[in-house]
């Protein structure tokens, strides 16, 4: 594979080194000959390009580390372009996690009301970025890490761009599976199936070897020998794993326990404040002028392994290598009771310049109605960020299965508008 050129718009983010890192331990994997940070923030391009230098330097990766404030510029000759943005920061995070605990719902930055105050504010930026790339360099691929992942996908691909949306979620199962059982991540294959952040292993392969296209089913293994510590780290109860004979996302604990998340919320403090104080820290630490790897203090910060994923998807879509990986990804006939523009995480191959997901066997009923019932809510949150009004904002509140009554969506509907009236061009 020849050297590549990526760009990562968001460059200047504190997470960005969780990136620099995988791509500088994977450097045989993915070969890179440039990588552009994108950002406007000046001051802050500038600490991270400084660590991602001494980052590429220490792991002896050649790569020229380049920064640039306007996306034209920094897209000019990639080969994919790696988005993670966060409009309005984690002030804006703070007040999605804070306002509809007011009304008794769950406050987090990509369910229920607060994830569609963020889908609203992100939407439009996110589109207008990707028509610039277009513009720049249409050959370009859009790799989507920004939340809420499946309908920021959803919108991309919708308007004709060249985009795949990618999540942690599974990677990090994979990870922790094969570190229960002592193998290697890469012979652990699994059968995850739904939509962002709303999925389920409904199967765990275990693979003779990596390239293998069969292997042993030892989810009932893991569940039996492993499911107190699963459960552990979803902090869901084990008799729910035991009862549906699968591993749930932990983001399912926002439907399966709502009213004991809501109460944790409400007595526990913000995620975004914790995140913000992270971030404070990570910043002084990337001044340090002697510092040449990733802080420990970055696992904190969320995402672990997402450079591992992205290293992965990268190498089979723009190499000559093929890949199995889990991406977010148009429907197209796979879930049949989804319309086919619907955007689904579930496995896919990968190979040079396309993007197939796998056929899947039937969804369970318990699954599949929830999983209808968030497809169109993500319908409706797309149309209201794309046509914003009052009254689309609340008829995607009042199909979401997290709120769905008529005062209560009035409710939130009022309090999204009054937090958020400075990034939405129609309010």
Same mark, same amino acid.
Request: some cysteine.
């Given at each position: 594979?020849?050297?590549?050129?990526?760009?990562?718009?968001?460059?200047?983010?504190?997470?960005?080194?969780?990136?620099?890192?995988?791509?500088?331990?994977?450097?045989?994997?993915?070969?890179?000959?440039?990588?552009?940070?994108? @950002?406007?923030?000046?001051?802050?391009?500038?600490?991270?390009?400084? /660590?991602?230098?001494?980052?590429?330097?220490?792991?002896?990766?050649?790569?020229?580390?380049?920064?640039?404030?306007?996306?034209?510029?920094?897209?000019?000759?990639? @080969?994919?372009?790696?988005?993670?943005?966060?409009?309005?920061?984690?002030?804006?995070?703070?007040?999605?996690?804070?306002?509809?605990?007011?009304?008794?719902?769950?406050?987090?930055?990509?369910?229920?009301?607060?994830?569609?105050?963020?889908?609203?504010?992100?939407?439009?930026?996110?589109?207008?970025?990707?028509?610039?790339?277009?513009?720049?360099?249409?050959?370009?691929?859009?790799?989507?890490?920004?939340?809420?992942?499946?309908?920021?996908?959803?919108?991309? /691909?919708?308007?004709?761009?060249?985009?795949?949306?990618?999540?942690?979620?599974?990677?990090?199962?994979?990870?922790?599976?094969?570190?229960?059982?002592?193998?290697?991540?890469?012979?652990?294959?699994?059968?995850?199936?739904?939509?962002?952040?709303?999925?389920?292993?409904?199967?765990?392969?275990?693979?003779?070897?990596?390239?293998?296209?069969?292997?042993?089913?030892?989810?009932?293994?893991?569940?039996? @020998?492993?499911?107190?510590?699963?459960?552990?780290?979803?902090?869901?109860?084990?008799?729910?794993?035991?009862?549906?004979?699968?591993?749930?996302?932990?983001?399912?604990?926002?439907?399966?326990?709502?009213?004991?998340?809501?109460?944790? *919320?409400?007595?526990?403090?913000?995620?975004?404040?914790?995140?913000?104080?992270?971030?404070?820290?990570?910043?002084?630490?990337?001044?340090?002028?002697?510092?040449?790897?990733?802080?420990?203090?970055?696992?904190?910060?969320?995402?672990?392994?997402?450079?591992?994923?992205?290293?992965?998807?990268?190498?089979?879509?723009?190499?000559?290598?093929?890949?199995?990986?889990?991406?977010?990804?148009?429907?197209?006939?796979?879930?049949?009771?989804?319309?086919?523009?619907?955007?689904?995480?579930?496995?896919?191959?990968?190979?040079?310049?396309?993007?197939?997901?796998?056929?899947?066997?039937?969804?369970?009923?318990?699954?599949?109605?929830?999983?209808?019932?968030?497809?169109?809510?993500?319908? /409706?949150?797309?149309?209201?960020?794309?046509?914003?009004?009052?009254?689309?904002?609340?008829?995607?509140?009042?199909?979401?299965? *997290?709120?769905?009554?008529?005062?209560?969506?009035?409710?939130?509907? @009022?309090?999204?508008?009054?937090?958020?009236?400075?990034?939405?061009?129609?309010?």
């Amino acid at each position: 594979m020849p050297a590549l050129k990526l760009a990562i718009v968001g460059g200047g983010s504190t997470y960005t080194p969780e990136l620099i890192d995988g791509f500088a331990r994977l450097r045989d994997t993915l070969p890179i000959g440039e990588l552009t940070l994108i @950002d406007p923030a000046e001051d802050r391009l500038a600490l991270i390009a400084g /660590l991602a230098e001494r980052i590429f330097a220490k792991q002896g990766h050649g790569a020229r580390i380049s920064t640039a404030t306007s996306i034209a510029a920094g897209v000019d000759g990639a @080969d994919a372009v790696l988005v993670q943005l966060r409009i309005g920061g984690q002030a804006a995070r703070n007040s999605d996690e804070t306002w509809p605990l007011e009304c008794g719902c769950v406050g987090q930055e990509t369910t229920g009301a607060g994830g569609l105050a963020k889908a609203l504010r992100t939407v439009p930026v996110v589109l207008d970025i990707a028509e610039s790339i277009r513009m720049a360099n249409p050959d370009a691929w859009i790799i989507d890490f920004t939340n809420p992942v499946g309908i920021i996908t959803r919108a991309l /691909l919708n308007a004709g761009h060249r985009a795949v949306g990618l999540c942690n979620v599974a990677i990090h199962l994979q990870r922790n599976f094969a570190a229960h059982l002592g193998v290697d991540p890469e012979l652990i294959r699994l059968d995850h199936v739904g939509l962002n952040h709303l999925t389920w292993e409904r199967g765990v392969t275990l693979l003779d070897h990596p390239a293998a296209a069969t292997g042993q089913e030892i989810l009932p293994k893991l569940l039996t @020998d492993f499911g107190a510590e699963i459960a552990a780290d979803l902090r869901l109860p084990r008799s729910i794993l035991e009862q549906l004979g699968v591993v749930p996302s932990y983001y399912l604990r926002y439907f399966y326990q709502h009213d004991v998340v809501v109460e944790e *919320l409400r007595t526990g403090g913000s995620r975004a404040a914790e995140v913000a104080e992270i971030e404070r820290q990570l910043l002084a630490m990337y001044a340090d002028p002697t510092l040449d790897h990733k802080p420990e203090l970055l696992g904190k910060r969320g995402g672990a392994f997402y450079s591992e994923a992205a290293v992965q998807l990268l190498a089979a879509l723009l190499g000559s290598s093929e890949g199995v990986q889990v991406v977010n990804t148009r429907n197209d006939g796979i879930l049949p009771f989804l319309p086919d523009d619907a955007v689904i995480e579930v496995q896919a191959q990968v190979n040079a310049g396309t993007i197939r997901a796998l056929p899947q066997r039937p969804i369970e009923p318990l699954f599949a109605g929830l999983i209808a019932h968030v497809t169109a809510y993500e319908d /409706l949150a797309l149309r209201a960020a794309l046509d914003g009004s009052r009254a689309r904002v609340f008829d995607a509140l009042l199909a979401h299965p *997290l709120v769905g009554q008529l005062e209560l969506a009035d409710q939130l509907t @009022d309090r999204l508008i009054a937090h958020n009236r400075a990034y939405l061009s129609w309010a």
